[in-house]
């Protein structure tokens, strides 16, 4: 925890304390420190899988890979790398050294908490002193994993099943509504929204009937002019904030102009946010099969194959999809 203290100093240590706020806190909605104890399932297929690593027996960090404690787990809906720390996998410290962990918490983006006990979040409260304030904004705490959807895909999270009975177990001792909430009903689009909405409907909304939506033209465009030549532009993540201002002013029908964020990363974080928003994915949902077929294909079939699949896609998305593809060859000429 020490060395969280980056932003501090002996003399606006005061000054930040009463600046620093941790994600708000509903006392109501924490769930009890105690595990209650579920039934061991007979069926062996339901047991986890063992945990398996590329890593050797002699690598330094073969203990944590083989616990599976720390795993990657794709990206959030930001673009941003997902770390999945499953603390209920930790071995007693005298099985593994708990200090290896301390090497993944640098550059952290958010950090969500999930299913935060008493314990857990009083600790966090005493220890404000030592947490930067930078740092303090990033701790977020997620009571259920429904609300953790909000924020990332679970499917990709390969959670553990113990995980899952508890966020069962804790559901279940909520008191339920006499009356169920009734469901609201989906919001329409903004006059200009470009987020969120299919290719066929920019099309129809566009009153040229330009093929290619606005927000893949300007940031494309950007990208064509500025960044070509930088390494790994579409790796790096963009403060989330300004994400979505750069959002709303689009879905506002407001100009955009890249230059005054002085990030070059963006417009390429901005363009893979408007793919992942679509409602349906841009090689849609009935080639998906095709798609992860690809490479059972003959060697010798698979261009003309997907040349005729590429056929039955909509003609907005396969404008888009040539669009793109020419794009990408330009980044990695």
Known sequence: LSELQDDLTLDDTSEALN????????????????????????????????????????????????????????????????IVFSACRMPPSHQLDHSKLLGYKKNIKALYIVHPTMFIKTLLILFKPLISFKFGQKIFYVNYLSELSEHVKLEQLGIPRQVL???????????????????????????????????????EKNPEQEPIP???????????????????????SANTQVVREV??????????????????????????????ELPEPLLTFDLYPH??????????????????????LPEENYQVLRFLTAFLVQISA
């Open 165 to 203: 009975k508890y966020d069962d177990f804790l559901k279940s001792t909520q008191k339920s509504p006499t009356t169920a909430p009734k469901p609201m009903p989906p919001r329409p689009p903004l006059p200009n929204q470009q987020f969120g909405v299919s290719l066929q409907h920019l099309q």
């Open 247 to 276: 959002q709303q002013k689009y879905n506002m029908g407001l100009p955009v102009d890249f230059d005054q964020y002085n990030e070059l990363h963006l417009p390429a974080v901005i363009l893979k946010t408007f793919l992942r």
């Open 19 to 82: 600046q620093l706020k941790l994600a708000s806190i509903d006392e109501k909605n924490w769930p009890s420190d105690e595990m209650p104890d579920f039934p061991k399932s007979d069926d062996s297929k339901s047991s986890s899988p063992e945990p398996v690593t590329h890593l050797k027996w002699d690598d330094p960090y073969y203990d944590i890979a083989r616990h599976q404690i720390v795993e990657v787990a794709g990206d959030d809906k930001y673009g941003r790398k997902i």
């Open 214 to 236: 606005i927000v893949l033209r300007e940031t494309v465009a950007y990208l064509q002019a500025h960044a070509l030549t930088t390494e790994g532009i579409f790796r790096r």
């Open 291 to 312: 798609v992860v077929g690809f490479l059972n294909i003959d060697e010798s079939q698979r261009v003309p194959e997907t040349l005729q699949v590429l056929q039955t």
